[in-house]
């Protein structure tokens, strides 16, 4: 896992495992119509983040309590695996967890989570359900706003108080309670029906249960989390600032652990699955989206953003390109500047130069495109070279159609290729050509206007220049003969 190495302990059990996420808040301070759980950590929900470690987890079945924006939230992540649960009121955790429990089994672990508290990591959690009833704690620097965890002489939990309802002493504590517990499903049964709403808030804390538990003899263990930052919520969009630059320094500590340099650990963007094999480099500025597969040795330009793709082994994308659902083979080049856009495939040692644009292209070993291009359905073979300024007209308004380039194609620059079209193995395009029809293997296609010179032409500058000059010798004629 990233970064965590937490509280030695138990391994996990063998045990039915069942999760209870609780996401039905509005989440008032983010001052957003989007529900607070829907808004984007990374470039996945908040929710998705807790989904994913809940997924992790192997939990036997997930069950998502909802209710502000509750349509908005299960259309946006709804997944098989999910039981989606309404809270038609919003009274407390204790009663968000009692709406969830008629569909978990008695003999499960049920683990609760929060769909605003998006980066507790997996290890971290599986310690928690090996020894429930457990409850996750962090000693922080300011506890203002938390729940303080209450223990006896002998350490052990006695039960957790609001901020709201502790004394002073109590606020003296920086122990605070995380919310997140693993609890026998069977015991959650017995106290949730009996917690009561006796206090400032009033609502039905699920921490009651804790000490209920300890009530009745059952040991319950506090765990305190060795990152307090993996307990951080999300209220404001302060937060998810803090909690973005959290989990971004988390993944490129991983990278670098993992084999790869970034010019600068605090200036990259991975918003989505970032894998990538020894020898990476990355420069400042990059963003990653979707999943993006980087091999051996790749290295990535300042300023790109790159979604959705795979870059092979050796191969090199310059500063300030855009690449999205394309592959790339080995020893690739690419850019600066370009943009290769859905279904674009590049086999070894392809070119794509500056200020090049290709769309559900395929590019033939060691073909080059090296300038001010666009490459639109097209297939080029292998050693194709393309001249600067060179277009395929793939869009007739209506349909799009292919161009094809054989082997050892020669397009001169600022040719236009109007598809469908064909051109043979070897064929050269002259410069400056519109090309409409097939031209055939080891062929040579012109397609230009019939070149006109006119002598002794003047440029519109002197025509109006010889314009003046007349105008003012009349002038001076005029004024001369009326003297």
Known sequence: MEGSKLLT???????????????AGQGTRMRSQLPKVLHPLAGVALLGHVLETARELKAARIHVVIGHGAEQVRSELDADDVRWVIQEEQLG??????????????????????GDVPLLQAQTLAELVARAPALLTAEVDSADGYGRVLRDEHDQLQGVVEHKDATDAQRSINEINSGVLAYPAALLKNYLPRVGNANVQGEY???????MAVGEGHSVAALRAADANEILGINDRVQLAEAESLLQH???RALMLGGVTLADPARIDIRGELHCAEDVSIDVNCVFEGRVVLGRGVSIGANCVLRDCEIAAGSTVHPFCH???ARLGDACHVGPFARLRPGTELAAGARIGNFVETKKAVIGEGSKVNHLSYIGDATLGAGVNVGAGTITCNYDGINKHPT???????????STLVAPLTVGKG??????STVTRDVQDNALGVARGKQRNIDNW???RQRTAGTEHTTKDNTQNRDAGES
């Not at 302990?9 to 996401?23: N, Q, R, Y």
């Not at 955790?93 to 929060?114: C, F, I, R």
């Not at 804390?205 to 000490?211: H, I, S, T």
Request: net charge negative.
């Open 9 to 23: 302990g138990t391994p996990v059990a063998a045990m039915t495992l069942e999760v209870v996420i609780l996401a």
């Open 93 to 114: 955790t204790g009663h968000a967890v009692l709406q969830a429990m008629p569909g978990v089994n008695d003999d499960a672990t049920v683990l609760v989570l929060y």
């Open 205 to 211: 804390y699920l921490p009651d249960v804790l000490a």
């Open 250 to 252: 988390r993944r490129a």
């Open 323 to 325: 690449i999205d659902g």
């Open 404 to 414: 094809i380039l054989e082997d050892d194609v020669f397009v001169g620059s600022n």
């Open 427 to 432: 064929g050269f395009i002259a410069a400056g």
């Open 458 to 460: 003047q440029t519109p």
